[in-house]
Structures are given as structure tokens and as C-alpha cells.
T-cell receptor
Framework: GAVVSQHPSWVICKSGTSVKIECRSL??????MFWYRQFPKQSLMLMAT?????????EQGVEKDKFLINHASLTLSTLTVTSAHPEDSSFYIC?????????????FGPGTRLTVL | GQNIDQPTEMTATEGAIVQINCTYQ??????LFWYQQHAGEAPTFLSY??LDGLEEKGRFSSFLSRSKGYSYLLLKELQMKDSASYLC??????????WGAGTKLIIKP
């Protein structure tokens, strides 16, 4: 199946620093990638839709200046959490969708667990 | 507003069958997805329904009724490894996924 990777898988940082999370589609080209955030015992919350070569579309309530998204190529999208604070500690997951065999599947990366001290 | 409802938690016995229900109210409909998510891991795709009826994939089956805004995921011959959260998601008219809060399934021996 289609593979999406994320790096790093976990990161611990000090409050006020910036953290970059990479999302790569390994065996297909992804014009669109999605970034989700998941707090403990809660469902996925879509943060933004990342489009290759154009600006990302952010969901209501998500600060675009705090969560910088860059989708510079068809295989790589990055999410940078700027000036991270403890409340940004969460599980960040990227995904992309692929139309295949009549099914439209969404493939998720393994996620990145961010802990801000 | 858009809403996906599914039970918070269910308990079942190893070897048995369990049905997890999902009801939805969304702006348009372009398919319903079921995902399995183990604790600390990303979701994994289980099924996709866009037409009414039952889709069977091994031990897992998913049913959809668009007129009723209803779906269920049926798990047969339950195994301990099936203990996980099961997420229902609907793709709306804007092709955005609307997620349910997930159903935590606990399997007992």
C-alpha cells in the first residue's frame, strides 16, 4: 500500500522554540496533504490542507502564523510549530488521499508526538 | 452543523461479534470511512462506503444507509489485537473529512 512517513516520530522541546515536522509520501506523488492534531482521548482534528506549490488552507481557529506549512514538492510537506508552548503538546499526524481501484483511501503517516516543556 | 455520533466505548468477548454504529449529519456526502487506531499510533484504513449496502473484507464488514445517515462496522471472530479505537469519518460536499470521536473497543478473554 501507499506509504507516508513522518519525521521525527517524537520530539521534546523547550517552550518558545520552533519544531519542524516532515511528512513524505514514499511511493506516490501527493498534490494534497492533510495535517491533523490529536489530543489524548480525542479524535483527529484537521488543522490544514497542504497543497503543492500553493498556500495551505487552514481550518478555523488554527493560527497560520504559528503553524507554518510548506509543500514545496510532490513528496514532501512540512509543518513548523513556531514558538511552541506546552498547550501545543499533541500528536501531529499527516495524511494524503489516493484514488485507487474504485476506493478513495486516505493514508496516514505514523504521527509525531510533540511534548513542549 | 456537522456531526458524527458513535458510542464512546464498547466491550466484547474474544471470539464474539461486535457492531459499532455511526450516525452522521453532514453538509453533503462523498463517502464514509472506518479507521482503526491503536493507542499511540496513527489510524489505519479499514473500509470505505459510498453506496448503500454491505462491504465485506475478511473479518470486518461495513454497512451504509445514506437515507438514514447511518453506518456500522461489524467485527467477527474477535481477537485480542482488535482492542483499539474505531473512528468513523464522513467526507462532506467540500471533500473534507469530518471525524467522529471514536469508539474504544475493549476485548475480554
Amino acid at each position: 500500500g501507499a506509504v507516508v512517513s513522518q519525521h521525527p516520530s517524537w520530539v521534546i522541546c523547550k517552550s518558545g522554540t520552533s519544531v519542524k515536522i516532515e511528512c513524505r509520501s514514499l511511493d506516490f506523488q501527493a498534490t494534497t496533504m492533510f495535517w491533523y492534531r490529536q489530543f489524548p482521548k480525542q479524535s483527529l482534528m484537521l488543522m490544514a490542507t497542504s497543497n503543492e506549490g500553493s498556500k495551505a488552507t487552514y481550518e478555523q481557529g488554527v493560527e497560520k502564523d504559528k503553524f507554518l506549512i510548506n509543500h514545496a514538492s510532490l513528496t514532501l510537506s512540512t509543518l513548523t510549530v513556531t514558538s511552541a508552548h506546552p498547550e501545543d503538546s499533541s500528536f501531529y499526524i499527516c495524511s494524503t488521499s489516493l484514488e485507487r481501484g474504485g476506493d478513495n483511501e486516505q493514508f496516514f503517516g505514523p504521527g509525531t508526538r510533540l511534548t513542549v516543556l | 452543523g456537522q456531526n458524527i455520533d458513535q458510542p464512546t466505548e464498547m466491550t466484547a468477548t474474544e471470539g464474539a461479534i461486535v457492531q459499532i454504529n455511526c450516525t452522521y449529519q453532514t453538509s453533503g456526502f462523498n463517502g464514509l470511512f472506518w479507521y482503526q487506531q491503536h493507542a499511540g499510533e496513527a489510524p489505519t484504513f479499514l473500509s470505505y462506503n459510498v453506496l448503500d449496502g454491505l462491504e465485506e473484507k475478511g473479518r470486518f464488514s461495513s454497512f451504509l444507509s445514506r437515507s438514514k445517515g447511518y453506518s456500522y462496522l461489524l467485527l467477527k471472530e474477535l481477537q485480542m489485537k482488535d482492542s483499539a479505537s474505531y473512528l468513523c469519518a464522513v467526507r462532506d460536499s467540500n471533500y473534507q473529512l469530518i471525524w467522529g470521536a471514536g469508539t474504544k473497543l475493549i476485548i475480554k478473554p
